[in-house]
């Protein structure tokens, strides 16, 4: 029987220090290559505008040149630092082909990180083609440059996640107790972020909620299999022969 053949995405998994598992998937060479002519697009017209504005004052010719390379010089290294560190974490670029700027644990960039990242973008060029950066990202699972292997960051598909999925599968049993409407949806969530939660997080929270799924005589039971079942109840399903 032939085999299933793996997926051709290439994806990274981390863990937050809440022991939530998130899986990130790195954009590849062409998905940054066209964001990054977007952007030479729009920081030369930023700089063609500069420019014309200079030209139009009675600035001395000096002093025009000097503003204008002044004006070069911020807008080559700190127009990618200012956009990865607002909300979106990405240039326009990058966000026309719905990328971000992240750091390998999943959270926002920080600012030491972003500003080293481009500041190696020097190296990346050598010798004058961008040979460094093509090679290192070509031969890394994870496309990283090598500013991103310094500053330790991923440039990721920003794809919105949905936190609830479906329910693991599991026999409906009632709760123990009496529930609130809020404990009731802090069931359901937990049950439909199970596939998102660490085993070992999955477990340390059916503890804290033993009270509603084990009865004083069952203890030792297996929490997170029977509070799942309890998520299944309050979601309107039964067991066989039971009423809903």
């Not at 920080?110 to 990202?137: E, H, K, Q």
Request: glycine share 10%; aromatic share 6%.
């Amino acid at each position: 029987m032939p085999t299933a053949a793996a997926p051709l995405d290439t994806l990274y998994a981390v863990e937050t220090p809440e022991g939530i598992a998130l899986t990130l998937r790195p954009a590849g060479l062409a998905a940054r290559a066209l964001a990054c002519m977007i952007d030479m697009c729009l920081r030369g017209a930023l700089a063609f505008i500069f420019v014309m504005a200079l030209a139009s004052t009675t600035f001395g010719s000096g002093l025009s040149a000097a503003l204008v390379l002044i004006g070069f010089f911020l807008l080559e290294w700190f127009y990618p630092v200012i956009f990865e560190l607002g909300k979106r974490g990405a240039t326009p670029g990058k966000r026309a082909l719905g990328l971000r700027v992240v750091m390998d644990n999943g959270l926002p960039v920080t600012p030491a990180a972003s500003l080293l990242r481009n500041l190696l973008r020097v190296v990346d060029f050598l010798p004058g083609t961008y040979a460094v950066g093509l090679a290192t990202l070509l031969l890394r699972p994870d496309f990283k440059r090598l500013g991103d292997m310094a500053a330790g960051t991923l440039v990721v598909y920003a794809d919105t996640a949905a936190l609830d999925g479906p329910l693991p599968a599991a026999e409906p049993l009632p709760p123990t107790r009496l529930l609130t409407a809020r404990q009731q949806l802090a069931v359901i969530t937990w049950a439909g972020r199970s596939r998102r939660l660490t085993p070992e997080r999955l477990d340390e929270l059916a503890r804290l909620a033993a009270s509603v799924s084990i009865a004083p005589a069952e203890v030792g039971a297996p929490l997170t299999a029977r509070l799942l079942g309890v998520a299944h109840w309050l979601s309107g399903r039964r067991g066989a022969g039971e009423a809903p």
